[in-house]
Each structure stands twice: as C-alpha cells, then as structure tokens.
C-alpha cells in the first residue's frame, strides 16, 4: 500500500549521479542517473536494464519498430559510486560547515 504524505521523500540517488546496480538482471552495470520517478521509488540508468518497446505503425513509420530503451530500476537496487574512489557506497546526510543538510559517502566521509 502506498503512503499518502504531502512530503516529497529524500532519496540516496538524484539525477546525473553516478550510480552501480547492485541487484537484478543489470547487476554490476554502472552508469547514470537520467531520472527519478519518486511516487514508484524507481530510477532510470543509462545503459542498464534494456528493454525492447513496441513502436506502432504510423505515418512517419509506417513498418513500425522495436526500440531498445532503458527500464526502471527500484531505488533500492542501486548504489551510489564515490566520486573520489570511483567504488559503490551507501550514502548517509550530515551538516556541512553552513549548516546545511549534504549527503557523504559512508566509506570515505566526504561529502558527495
């Protein structure tokens, strides 16, 4: 059942992050973040979870086609890769020197 909130939930991932899926059949594939559905909890990450889309007949195409294009990813089979090491991290949120909620790499501590 889907929680009802006036919020928008902070997420660990943002658009144009770096990120490593870590689960499912695009396992071990990295890449970037070009969009994050926050009502489903999803992600869409360039070149990973490839699906075929059916493309109907129409005027400008008019054999039809199939296109490849990326699936989504639930948030929680990805995860975020440390720009300083270059190696997946779990993320948390802290306070920066100007007071302000930033998210860092648990691994290194530095903020990301």
Not at 28 to 49: P, Q, T, Y
Not at 51 to 78: D, F, L, R, Y
């Amino acid at each position: 059942m889907e929680r009802k909130s006036n919020k928008n939930q902070k997420l660990h991932v943002r658009t144009g992050d770096t990120v490593k899926v870590i689960a499912g059949n695009a396992k071990g594939k990295e890449g970037k973040v070009s969009a994050v559905l926050i009502k489903k909890n999803r992600v869409i990450v360039e070149g990973a979870n490839m699906i075929k889309k059916h493309i109907k007949p129409n005027a400008q195409n008019p054999q039809g086609e199939i296109q490849e294009v990326e699936g989504t990813i639930h948030i929680s089979n990805v995860m975020v890769v440390d720009p300083s090491t270059g190696k997946a991290t779990r993320t948390g949120r802290k306070l920066n020197d100007k007071s302000k909620l930033q998210r860092y790499s648990k691994a290194t501590g530095k903020f990301i």
